[in-house]
């Protein structure tokens, strides 16, 4: 099929579109269908990528505003490819999962598939400014999700997501606009092509200003610490759905974008900077461990529970070596679906209870049965059980970021250890014992709506934790191109020993 990328964006736009004049009573089954179609074609695409290619492929090019440099420039990679899939998958579970008390259905289920087009927009875009257009419309959705249908802080968690997020990618959008400049100054046109800049060889000095005025979109949107507080309140009032599209997909946005954008622009800033983002990595891990491990919430557990595990991703990315990058984007795409899976799950006992104080519960195991092991499987999955998906993404970002700094990598591995502490107590405090509550013996178990947005979601973790080539082997030749590629433009002894002796390192075994 010609033109792929652009049919993957404009379908589920066109399609929200008509939704408008759809029948309320029709509005589930037209969004679920979309929603698969929109799915079937992202692993079209992906049955279609040649995995033996490390660069991008399904290339659109179409001129916009030629005297200024913006084009609309789609491409997709190794990198990119499978977030694509997972977006879309995730998507069609969310609105699968959406409970029948739902007001406004169908708006809400419109709101989904525009947030779809964002997402998918942002990781085809080879513009900067069609990179950035989609960035900051995948804004208004979620704002809308969080303000419309969220708990009764919804307003105020809606704001603080959005100031927060669009705040920091005003930075991102000077440094964007200063390296057109450069661009300019250099080529004698202008350009926001990504792989335009890519030639850019750019003094030190200027780099280590850009690396942080791009690292502040992307880690406020991570989210990293200290920019973190925006989002426990973000989860804590959105829907279900909400939270399971910002955990599984809004999130891999910003550590995306430290893989497509920093670390091949800015190579030299990127390892002078290792050791303070590594050093903040670090402390998202334990920090937010432990407030997760102190909370009765459950539904704030996972939230914590998810900003910890992305500072492993950003340990991953900033170990400038395949295993750490390759390891990287696979725990990106774990964490989505492991973690989109808990605030499912948690939304299922919501539905039935309309509380999620781990007090409330108790001896859940022996009234669901059902829940209870999906639960279990998942909650391995998230703190990284061998043969499941969560542990290859966290043992290859570790092992990766090893090489850099065997000290912090021991301290970061403590994500491990204090995720099995607070996600075990959360099971043990809601599923075993006595059931001491007596509206929780009435409690049914998972419905097959329920099982049908859960079950391939604990189908994807056991086996690509069992088998992940299929995934890692297209990562792993993106992840290697960009490696040599930087290699080639660090300028710095230093930079091109940490990125020079990785690679070949991986490449002698």
Known sequence: MENILSVLIFFPLVAAMLGFVVKKDSIRVYGITVA????????????????ANGGFQFIEFVPLISDFGINYYLGVDGISLFIIVMAALMTLLGIVALGENIKDLKNMIITLLFLEVAMIGVFVSLDAIIFYLFWEFSLVPMLYIIGAWGGEKRLYAAIKFFIYTFAGS???????????????????????????????????????WLFWAFFLGFAIKVPMFPFHTWLPYAHGQAPTVGSVILAAVLLKMGTYGFVRFSLPLF??????????????????????????YAQKDMKQVIAYSSI????????????????????SVFFMLSHGLVSGALFLLVGV??????TKMMSEFGGLASVMPKYAVIFGIILMAS????????????????????????????????????????????????????????????????????LAALVPLVAIVIWLGIYPKPVLVPIDNSVKALVAFMDQKAQTPEAKRIIHVSRSTKEAK
């Open 383 to 450: 703190v990284g059980l061998p043969l499941t998906m969560g542990f290859v993404g966290e043992y290859l970002s570790l092992a990766g970021f090893f090489k850099v700094s065997p000290v912090l990598t021991l301290l970061g591995g403590f994500s491990i250890i204090l995720g099995a502490v607070y996600m075990l107590s959360l099971y043990k405090k809601s599923f075993f014992g006595p059931v001491t509550k007596e509206e929780n013996k009435k409690l049914h178990d998972l419905t097959g709506r329920e």
């Open 170 to 208: 005003l930075i991102m959008l000077v440094g964007m606009l200063y390296i057109a400049y450069v661009y300019q100054s250099v080529a004698g046109v202008w350009s926001f092509s990504l792989t335009d800049w890519y030639a850019l060889v750019l003094p030190i000095s200027v780099q280590k």
């Open 308 to 327: 910890s595990h992305m500072g492993v991703i950003m340990l991953g990315v900033f170990a400038m070596n395949p295993e750490g990058i390759t390891g």
């Open 267 to 292: 190579p030299d800033a990127s390892v002078a900077y290792i050791l303070p983002v590594a050093v903040i990595a670090i402390i998202m891990i334990i920090y937010t461990a432990m407030v997760a």
């Open 36 to 51: 698969a179609i929109e799915f079937l074609l992202t692993l079209w695409l992906w049955f279609s990528f040649d995995t």
């Open 349 to 354: 006992i919501y539905d039935r209870r309309h």
